[in-house]
């Protein structure tokens, strides 16, 4: 199994993020593929349908003709299956990952607008159109579900994330404060 880890390129920042609130969906989307152990159940699924296709081949009663078109029916089935599970887990790390980002104090609103570039991207590229092997959700309908979940955070727990949020940044401007004071103190100590 892979290590639980994921990598973030240069090559986001040159086509897509360009802020901070930007990032954190990005990140919150990666992280919560790794607390929904997306990997494992992505590895496991296609283990399965792997198994079952053996199966199906080894009762192959023509031994061996039968399984040419059987094998091409079932890798064909094996790709559609994992790229409708592979949507519903993108979906799902998409909703988690705007919660991340708004627990972190990070204007998800803003933030989804990564989502909108990279639509553009892909109409750019000619891949505006998705199909049954996709393995990402489309990117027009995947900004619409950000924003809506976006815009529903807000109105659901915008007083919860106020006040958290409020409260920490008085907490970083307090530490702020100490850590010049304390430097100040330790200066004319030294003179």
Known sequence: ??????F???????????????????????LSHLILGHGSERILLEFMIRGLEIAFLMLDPTEGMLSLGIAS??????DALTANHSRE???????????????ACYDT???????????????KQGHAVK???????????????????????KETNSNEY??????????????????????NNKQQQQQ
């Open 1 to 6: 199994m892979l290590p639980q880890r994921f």
């Open 8 to 30: 973030v390129t240069t090559g986001i920042f040159d086509n897509f993020v360009t802020t901070d609130d930007e990032l954190a969906m990005i990140l919150g989307h990666e």
């Open 73 to 78: 029916f079932l890798a064909s089935t094996r």
């Open 89 to 103: 887990t993108e979906r799902e790390a998409d909703e988690l990952g705007c919660t991340l980002a708004a627990m």
């Open 109 to 123: 609103q803003r933030g989804c607008e990564v989502f909108r570039r990279m639509h553009d991207f892909d109409m």
């Open 131 to 153: 199909d049954i092997m996709s393995t990402h959700p489309a990117s027009m309908e995947r900004y619409e579900f950000v924003k809506q979940l976006s815009q529903k955070m």
């Open 162 to 183: 106020d006040s958290y949020c409020g409260t920490l940044v008085q907490a970083i401007m307090r530490g702020r404060a100490l850590s010049i004071m304390n430097n």
